[in-house]
């Protein structure tokens, strides 16, 4: 890589550039706010959007049941040992992280408005100020980037805007804040944000620069107002950039493509059908109200007392003369025309269909079906578009993985130690450092791929896997002269855990079969 050379990065044209992505941002941006409206319809008493949210919390309830964790595994032998480590200790930091909590966070956004952005930082204030890495929910309105990009990789630029407090920043970068309150006002008017008392917006300008070798260094400018709080391109200690990596610390997880490195979600694809049932549902009950209440046609010349007539609780309500139906007459509603509960039906079942909520996806079954396995595999084939959807999320978990290990390469100069609890409540304690993980003397590195698989907390899972264990047991596929025959079966069998089993057996009988004797 070239040798590093500091330098001032042209702020006047990150901010002409910040402008122009926040213009061409608005119609993501007002889609979102749109969506974020009918959403808060459900808590805030205005128009009905309960089939949407039926949809998006059945959605979510199916990709918690399915959390991602990493397993790493080495490119080569010799890194078998430091794949094994990593495989242990990333779990733990995710937990420091409170990247559960993350995940669930991001998959509304996933659902509701087709994007979910996670931020992969290293924090230096974690861990007593030893620093760790730190895995964020980023909002959708805080980044920009060059709208077009079908992979936010491919941006020139990235900015992340935020609102901080003008006493911590005062304090931690040791500025007067009353001498940039004006161009931090005028930035924040640009970019329409409405900006809390006290507090003061910061942008994170994120940009890569691209050197005559073909390498590529990802540095990193922090400002306020037309003033440089930061910049790494002018810190002699950051010559492989900010993040040696080279990528943009956030990784967006889309649900449905737009061919940007944006996405939509089941908000718009059903709000439309949403909206003709609301109003459907209004007309009927204001149909409703009519038909309940008792009203007449009355000739002005009726004779009636018309106080007495209203007071229920008379017995006698004087009259003058006849009274019949010409001058008296109950207004009469006629029933509600069957056609429109029919295209309220048929708007439900669109968008049930559209946003895959069919019930049977939800664990309702009808036709009759009371077999287990047949309900099994309907809900299986009902679960196809959540499956997708979760794929998708483990694509961008092994993008955010692949971020953590860089960060740990980069970072992690002194061993820390990590305390790992087995399945049985064992306990044990490993130390790692980054230095291992990083170039030696001949250059080389361990590299990892990474392979995810899901923390099935559905007790429908557990209850499958333990049913399934037991049948194994049951047709004596566990006993020792069945070794042979168990390890083919197996053999054509492919289920969480096969593996494992197998080695399990082999390592119990071997491989079944007696030796002959010659």
């Avoid at 709208?147 to 020139?156: P, Y």
């Avoid at 056609?339 to 079942?349: D, G, Q, R, Y």
């Avoid at 007790?459 to 004596?476: M, R």
Wanted: net charge negative.
């Amino acid at each position: 890589m070239n040798e590093h050379k500091t330098a001032i990065p042209d702020l006047s044209l990150a901010i002409k550039t910040l402008i122009r992505y926040k213009r061409e941002k608005a119609e993501l941006e007002s889609r979102i706010a749109s969506e974020g409206d009918i959403w808060r319809a459900v808590y805030t008493g205005g128009e009905s959007s309960s089939w949407i949210f039926n949809s998006i919390v059945n959605k979510h309830a199916d990709i918690i049941d399915s959390i991602p964790y990493c397993v790493c595994l080495p490119r080569e032998k010799r890194d078998e040992k430091y794949a094994e480590t990593l495989s242990k200790i990333i779990p733990v930091i995710t937990q420091r992280c409170g990247f559960e909590q993350t995940y669930s966070d991001n998959c509304w956004e996933k659902l509701k408005h087709g994007t979910a952005a996670y931020g992969v930082f290293w924090n230096n204030a974690l861990e007593d100020g030893l620093g760790d890495v730190d895995i964020r929910a980023l909002t959708m309105d805080s980044i920009y980037w060059e709208i077009g990009a079908t992979d936010i990789q491919d941006s020139k630029n990235l900015f992340i805007v935020s609102q901080s407090d003008v006493d911590a920043l005062e304090a931690t970068w040791g500025i007067d804040y009353g001498e940039l309150r004006e161009q931090d006002s005028a930035l924040a008017s640009s970019l329409g944000m409405s900006v809390s008392d006290g507090k003061c917006v910061v942008v994170d300008w994120y940009y890569k620069k691209y050197l005559s070798d073909g390498s590529v260094l990802l540095h990193m400018c922090k400002f306020i107002g037309d003033r440089i709080l930061y910049s790494s391109e002018s810190d002699p200690s950051c010559t492989g950039g900010w993040y040696e990596h080279g990528q943009y610390p956030i990784v967006f997880d889309r649900l449905y493509p737009t061919g940007q490195a944006y996405g939509f979600g089941v908000i718009a694809t059903s709000a439309e059908a949403q909206r003709y049932i609301n109003r459907i549902d209004a007309n009927m009950l204001e149909y409703s109200d009519w038909a309940s209440r008792v009203r007449f046609w009355a000739k002005r010349s009726l004779g009636v007392n018309e106080k007495e007539f209203l007071d229920l609780d008379r017995s006698i309500v004087e009259v003058e003369g006849d009274i019949d139906e010409e001058k008296l007459r109950q207004i009469e509603i006629s029933p509600v025309d069957s056609s429109v509960m029919e295209a309220k039906l048929l708007k439900i079942e669109e968008l049930k269909t559209v946003t895959g909520s069919l019930d049977v996806s939800q664990g309702g079954i009808t036709g009759g079906i009371t077999a287990a396995s047949a309900i099994s595999i309907l809900r299986e084939a009902g679960a196809k578009a959540s499956r997708d959807g979760i794929e998708e999320t483990y694509r961008a978990y092994v993008k955010i993985i692949t971020l953590v290990i860089e960060l740990i390469r980069q970072f992690y100069d002194e061993n820390r130690v990590f305390r790992i609890v087995g399945e049985d409540g064992s306990r044990e304690y490993l130390d790692f450092s980054g230095k291992r993980i990083r170039a030696d003397e001949n250059g080389y590195r361990p590299h990892f791929d990474i392979e995810i698989n899901a923390v099935k907390k559905a007790p429908s899972e557990s209850e499958k896997k333990n049913q399934f264990a037991k049948e194994l047991y049951d047709t004596g596929a566990f006993r020792p002269e069945n070794a042979a025959q168990t390890l083919l079966m197996l053999e054509m069998m492919d289920f969480e855990g096969v593996g494992m089993l197998k080695a399990s057996i082999r390592s119990l009988y071997g491989d079944g079969k007696e030796e002959k004797n010659d």
